[in-house]
């Protein structure tokens, strides 16, 4: 079981209505997140426990988050829709001030990712017996441009396969295509643990770079 921790739901749930309201009427959006609340608490409770102060954990309440919206929507949102609201609510203005201003481009910025990323995988590593199914890293230095990593363990992955659910799964690696975007970034993606591949895998590579290396 993963923790509830109200912030994630207090964070993003602005956001989602916004987004919400852009499709559905007002009646629908009062239903849609009352019944999200309830459904998040669920899915949370299913979850594997990553450790709450896991520094990768907030990818896996995100996705959690959102597609709470969808259980909670008694049919009225379909996979393509829910794309659509996180395509909406991850291009929200002031969202994207709250989450800073970041562009890979810039060789500082990605840097600090990089950073960030072998911190997050030294945390999994030092922490792998007490939870054994949060990510597991690998990194490969081969590309010119850039910065190129892959999973060969994903708890997103793993609870949607442990609930049948397995179809839903790649919806949230298109999650991944829409936050790296805001960085101005672009993600090439060749495999992913959701179309049955031994990993997934991250080469992202700043958007003023035509034809990365």
Known sequence: MLKYKPIYWFLMK?????????????EDVTVIVRNAKVEYRKLLNKADDIG????????????????????????????????????????DPLLLNLMGKKDYN???????????????????????KEYPE????????SHQ???YYYFTKC????????????EITPIFCELDHLTIKTRKAK????KTLAKGDEMCDFWIVGDKIKNPK
């Open 14 to 26: 602005p956001f989602i209505k916004r987004a919400l309201k852009t499709k559905y009427s007002k």
């Open 52 to 91: 709450e102060k896991n520094p990768m954990a907030s990818n896996l309440y995100f996705c959690l988050l959102f597609f709470s919206f969808m259980q909670g929507s008694e049919g009225k949102i379909t996979s393509e829709d829910l794309k659509e609201i996180m395509r909406v609510t991850l291009s």
């Open 106 to 128: 810039n060789p500082k910025d990605l840097k600090k990712f990089k950073e960030t990323i072998h911190k997050n995988s030294q945390w999994a590593e030092c922490h792998r």
């Open 134 to 141: 949060t990510w597991k890293f690998n990194f490969d230095d």
């Open 145 to 147: 441009d850039g910065f």
């Open 155 to 166: 708890p997103i992955a793993k609870f949607f396969k442990d609930n049948n659910l397995e």
């Open 187 to 190: 993600l090439y993606r060749y």
